[in-house]
């Protein structure tokens, strides 16, 4: 049976921060996922590990809090006189499963129903607002999963990451005094790439990389084309990636001149899976690919920053080029879209959102390209930092997410999830895709074709096909 704790601030706190325009994009989602670790964890030592590392945390204790066209982030503990806004609590959530965890079951593994069972429920309530953070620790015979659910607008998954992995420093090595606190002040993160307003006219409803600013009546004939294919046709799919399958389309794209990642080759298989599955004649001749990419390191950001440090790479190319080139050749073609993304085209973007944040009426929405047509999305939730969270003897095993939207509804059509897990000591990719129920059986005649898709599963029916079958 489930149990709920609730964590309240270990110390006073008197704190507000200003988030940026992409993080006011956010404000309203709220992202989950579970990790599974290869042993059972401590609740008690893991409840104190989490307090510890909240102090440096503060953040995650605050509430968001419209002030004008800023969203602010006010953590007040105890809260001031009169005045009740300002600190909510962190859930952690606690259950026991009496048997084994199924590692070796890759269908039930990724299904929506396990996933969800594995993330946090139903919030603990402060004033009336849902918590900014709310974890679940799952404790099986041999295995323990931790379910973490977080605002968005607070940071993307390479701070939450950052966070998980101070949790297991601290449950590991208690009494250890930690490095430098994380950085979360928004201009320290983005003082490099502060410039001059951009003169001239405002910006266009459609930004560079797809994101639109239109009204609600047009978000909803989006909405209801994608509600009659996720309704009707649509089946969630995973890719399991051979490692040794991907290094060798590195080796060929290097030999070629150009070094690719593990991502580049992801979404190259992407793509390729995509034109396949779509050679009606009367299909429209450009194909967009959009992936969101770690801007850090562009941004020259500081160690330990705790934001949405991300930029939107994106690309239009040619459909009859999906037919006609090889993944190798759409790998390369891939790495350079990242390439190209510089801070000129980082700071664009910025003006773009900021500008629409500023202006947008109560009766309009941004309505994310996801849910037009001809459009290939891939989000890439890798990190090697995954492979050295690890609580005492217990490592990191894989990280699981759900391929639903809610309860009813699969994500749109070639909405991709790259997904972690550890096999043999390396770390390995898994993609989770939704796709019509014909594309399924265009990706089993191909995967003869494509060595480095060691197998495919359709998650509703359990259905199997690789390359050797």
């Known amino acids: 049976m489930a149990r709920q704790r609730v964590l309240t601030p270990s110390e006073p706190l008197q704190r507000t921060w200003a988030l940026s325009a992409v993080d006011v994009a956010l404000k309203d989602m709220f992202v989950s996922f579970a990790a599974v670790f290869s042993g059972r964890l401590d609740t008690e030592r893991f409840t104190q590990a989490l307090r510890q590392t909240l102090i440096r945390y503060p953040f995650f204790h605050g509430t968001l809090r419209q002030q004008d066209d800023a969203v602010l982030v006010l953590c007040h503990h105890p809260p001031r006189p009169g005045v009740r806004e300002g600190m909510s609590a962190v859930g952690l959530d606690l259950e026991d499963v009496d048997a084994p965890f199924p590692t070796g079951d890759r269908r039930v593994l990724y299904s929506g129903d396990f996933v969800s069972r594995l993330a ?18 799952t404790h099986f015979r041999d295995a323990s999963v931790v379910g973490l659910s977080w605002n968005h607008a607070l940071t993307d998954l390479h701070g939450i990451y950052d966070f998980l992995r101070a949790v297991s420093d601290a449950y590991s090595h208690p009494g250890h005094e930690p490095g430098a606190p994380p950085v979360f ?3 320290d993160i983005w003082r490099n790439l502060e410039g001059a307003p951009e003169a001239g006219a405002r910006p266009s409803r459609e930004g560079r990389h ?8 047009k978000a909803a004939l989006g909405i209801a084309r ?24 590195k080796a060929r794209a290097q030999a070629a001149g150009t070094k690719v990642s593990t991502n580049d080759v992801v ?8 034109g396949e599955c779509t050679r009606d004649p009367r299909a429209s001749p450009d194909v967009g690919l959009y992936f969101p990419i770690d801007v850090r390191e562009l941004l020259g950001a500081p160690h330990g920053s705790v934001a949405n440090c991300l930029g939107n790479a994106s690309a239009v190319l040619k459909r009859a080029d999906l037919w006609n080139s090889s993944v190798t050749e759409l790998a390369m073609r891939n790495r350079a879209v990242v390439s190209a993304y510089g801070r000129e085209q980082l700071r664009g973007d910025l003006r773009w959102a900021d500008y629409w944040r500023r202006n947008t009426s109560a009766g309009s929405v941004y309505h994310h390209w996801l849910l037009g047509r001809d459009r290939v999305y891939s989000s890439n939730w890798t990190s090697q930092e995954l492979a050295r969270v690890r609580f005492d003897d217990a490592a990191f095993v894989a990280l699981l997410r759900s391929s639903q939207l809610n309860k009813w509804l699969l994500l749109p059509a070639f909405h991709s999830t790259v997904l972690p897990r550890m096999e043999g000591g390396r770390m390995k990719q898994v993609v989770r895709v939704a796709v019509r129920r014909e594309h399924f059986q265009v990706l089993a005649r191909h995967l003869g074709d494509w060595p480095h898709v060691e197998e495919a599963i359709r998650l509703d ?9």
């Not at 402060?126 to 918590?131: A, E």
């Not at 979404?267 to 995509?274: E, G």
């Open 210 to 217: 797809g994101i639109v600013h239109i009204s609600r009546a």
């Open 461 to 469: 029916t359990g259905a199997s096909a690789s390359a050797g079958s």
């Open 267 to 274: 979404n190259a298989t992407l793509l390729k899976f995509f």
């Open 185 to 187: 002040g928004r201009r």
């Open 226 to 249: 994608y509600l009659k294919q996720a309704v009707t046709d649509a089946v969630p799919v995973c890719l399991f990636l051979d490692e040794d399958g991907v290094d060798a389309i």
């Open 120 to 137: 946090p429920g139903k919030p603990p309530v402060h004033d009336g607002r849902r918590p900014l953070l709310h974890l679940k620790l």
